[in-house]
C-alpha cells in the first residue's frame, strides 16, 4: 500500500479516529510516582548548584588574594629597593676638566664602567695635609683620606665634587655605599618577579575556561544559549615576544539556525527551525605575540575539530501539524583546519612564574562541520591560569 | 490557563507541573499504552516523557500549539523505551504473543478503544511500533527508519506485518 493510500484504509482510518478520541481517566498514584523523581531531581540540581556558587566563590577569593598578594609584593619589592639603595636623578653630570672648568658630560653615552657612580656622605674635602687627614679620620672612620694632587687642589677648592672616581689620578676617599646606576635599578615589567635570577625555561603550561555563544547564521547573529570551553594548552616561546601554542579544549557548542544553514542527512528532513548541541575536541594551533612591558597580547591560529557528539532537534510542520524530530550520536568526525581563531588580551602576573591571563575571543568557520554540515562561529572570552616551566 | 499552567511550570512549581500533568495524562496515556504491552509500562513511559517536558518547557515556544509539542516528545520518549528493552527482549523472550495476550485480558475491558489498544499489544514490540509511527503519527518510512534504526525496507515489512496481524486479530474477535 502507498503512502497516499493509507489514508483511505478503513481499518487504519479506524485506529486513528479511537486514537484521537479516547483518553484515559486520572490516577493520583502515577502522579506520586512522578513527583517522586522530580524531588530527586531537585535535590541534584540543588547539590550542583550549590558545588557551582561555591567553586565561583573560591575562585573570586583566590583572585582577591592573588591580587592583593601582587600588589604587597610590589609594595615589597619597592620597599626593599629604596632600602638597599639610593637612586640619583637622572641629569647631566658636571665633568671637571684639567684647567679646573666645568665640561658637561653625557653619561649616556659614556663607557658603562664611567656610569658607576659613588655615593658620598656628607661631602668630604680632601685634605691637604696629614692634620686635615686625622681630622677628617676621625669625623669619618670609614674613610680612607689620602692626600689630595695638586691637581685636585684645585679641583676642590673650585667647590666642585668629584663624581667619576675613575677619572681621578688618586682615589681621594674610601666610599660608604656603591650604587648601581639609576639605568640599571629602573624596574622592567617581567624583572618584577626576580626572573634574571634563573634562565627561564621556552615553555609553559596554561589552563582555559571560557563561556561562549555559537552562532550559525554569522559571527553574532542567532545567539541562543550558552556553551563553554575548557581544556589546556603548552606555549614554546621562539622569542621574547613570540610563542606558539598548541593543546586541547573540549567545547559544547549550542546553536540554531533556519533550514538555509544546514544540510543533514541529504535533507531528509526540511525543518522549520533546527537547534544544535554539539560537543567538540579544539586542536587549536596559534601564534602569540607579547608586546613588551605592557601585560596585553595578541594571538591568530587555526583550530581543527573533532565532533565528539552531535544532538540535533528539527521542528517542522506537516499536514498542519508540528513535529519535532531528534537525532543524536557520537559521530567522532574530523575536520582539519575548520576554523580561524583571533583574540587579544591582558595578562596579569600573580605570583612567581604564574600570570592570569583574561582573553576575549572570535573563531569564524573556514569550513562545515559536523553531520549537519554547517559553519560554526563561536564568541567567547578565555580565562586562563599560565605557569612558566 | 495553560498559558499560566506553562509560566508556572518554566519557575518548577510543583503545583503548575501537577496540572498540566493531569490536564494531558489521559492524552498521554492514551499514546504510552499503543506502544507498551500494559499499563503500568505505558505509566513509565508518560513519567519520563513529562520529565523531558518539565526539563525542556524553557524551549517551547509559546506561539506554537502546546499539543504536538508534547505528542512529539511523548513519542520520543516511547521509541526510547523501545529501544532500552530491545536486548531484554531478544534475551529473555518477551516477544511472546501468548504471555502478552493473557495480560492484556486482565487490565483491559470495556469499550472500543481499549479493545484496539489490547490489539496492539498482542503485535511484537517492532511491529507495533512502526504501524503506530505510520498509520497513527503520521511518519514517512524513512523517517522511521532514522528513527529505530533500521531501513526503510525493514519498516516497509513490518508495517506489512502488522497490518496482516492486525486483521487476523479483528476476524478471530468478531468470530
Known sequence: MSDSEKYNDPLEELFRKKAEEYHLPYREEDWLKLEKKLELQDTRRFYRNTIRWVAAAAVFIIALLSYFTLDNHQRLNELNRQLSEEIRPPGILPQITPDGSQEESDRDTAPIDDQITTVLEPPITPPTSSTDAEEIHQHHPSATPLLASEGDKKRIHSGLHVAKQTALPHTLYQPTEVVVDQQFAQVSHTETYDHAETKPSRFSLSMHLAPEFSSISGPVSGLTEPGYRAGITISYHVTEQLSISTGIIQNISRYTGSQQTYQFNNSIINADEMSGTCRILDIPLRFVYDFTNSGFFASAGISSYIMLNEAYKFDYTEYNQIYTYEWEDRTGSRHWMSNATISAGYELPVHTNWDLRLEPFISVPLREVGRANVRLYSVGSYVSLRYRL | ?175
Not at chain 2, 518548577?12 to 499514546?31: A, D, P, T, V
Not at chain 2, 503500568?40 to 520529565?51: K, P, Q, S, W
Open chain 2, 1 to 175: 490557563m495553560l498559558d499560566e499552567i506553562i509560566k508556572g511550570c518554566r519557575q518548577r512549581q510543583r503545583k503548575s507541573q501537577k496540572e498540566l500533568y493531569e490536564m494531558f495524562y489521559g492524552y498521554g496515556m492514551s499514546i504510552t499504552l499503543r506502544y507498551s504491552s500494559n499499563r503500568e509500562a505505558g505509566v513509565t513511559i508518560l513519567n519520563d516523557a513529562f520529565m523531558k517536558i518539565f526539563d525542556n518547557i524553557r524551549q517551547y515556544n509559546p506561539n506554537r500549539p502546546f499539543r504536538p509539542w508534547i505528542r512529539r516528545i511523548i513519542i520520543n520518549t516511547a521509541i526510547d523505551h523501545y529501544h532500552k528493552n530491545e536486548k531484554l527482549r531478544a534475551i529473555s523472550g518477551l516477544n511472546n504473543e501468548a504471555d502478552i495476550m493473557s495480560e492484556q485480558e486482565t487490565i483491559l475491558s470495556g469499550i472500543s478503544y481499549q479493545e484496539i489498544v489490547a490489539m496492539l499489544n498482542k503485535l511484537t514490540p517492532a511491529y507495533r511500533t512502526v504501524f503506530n509511527l505510520y498509520v497513527i503519527e503520521g511518519f514517512t518510512h524513512e523517517e522511521i527508519a532514522g528513527m529505530l534504526n533500521i531501513s526503510v525496507g525493514t519498516s516497509k515489512s513490518n508495517l506489512a506485518k502488522a497490518r496482516r496481524n492486525l486483521r487476523t486479530i479483528l476476524e478471530k474477535n468478531l468470530k
